[in-house]
């Protein structure tokens, strides 16, 4: 895992980021912590696909922003994922932290590595891009469901 700066990131983490960022204003959730995530894949083929998390007033049926895209992206037909970026704002005020994703967001995502065989690389971001870290899937979640990698 490797804190760094929006400055530091390459051109494509910094259009994948921005592009997470510019979905935030899709996300939805007036529930408890009012937290709103987005998250923007990069395909194999340079694509990009935004996902925003959808809030539920009964939590088990919420839908993650870093699910939203996964499971948009293979609807549109791409499988081979190479990089997602995660952002989150706060209704009245700011995520201090980097927005990491769930558990259940985590396995979904080993899930679309299985598929591909390439390790996701992943940036996550505070709300105003100041807190960024960057990491891969394999070290989010060293021991997935199932007990290995493939």
Not at 45 to 52: L, R, T
Not at 75 to 88: D, N, Q, T, V
Not at 97 to 106: E, L, S
Request: with cysteine.
């Amino acid at each position: 895992m490797l804190e760094t700066t929006f400055e530091a990131l390459s051109e494509d983490e910094k259009e994948l980021l921005s592009s997470a960022e510019g979905a935030l204003g899709l996300a939805y959730n007036p529930y408890n912590s009012q937290t709103k995530v987005s998250a923007a894949l990069r395909t194999a083929s340079g694509e990009i696909i935004v996902g925003a998390s959808f809030a539920n007033d009964s939590s088990p049926s919420s839908v993650c922003a870093e699910r939203s895209a996964i499971l948009t992206a293979n609807s549109l037909g791409h499988r081979e994922l190479r990089m997602m970026a995660i952002i989150g704002t706060k209704m009245g005020g700011m995520v201090n932290g980097p927005i990491t994703p769930c558990g259940v967001c985590r396995q979904v995502m080993q899930e679309s590595v299985n598929i591909s065989g390439y390790d996701l690389e992943v940036i996550c971001s505070n709300s105003d891009k100041t807190k960024i870290i960057k990491t891969s899937l394999r070290e989010l979640l060293p021991f997935p469901y199932g007990g290995k990698w493939k």
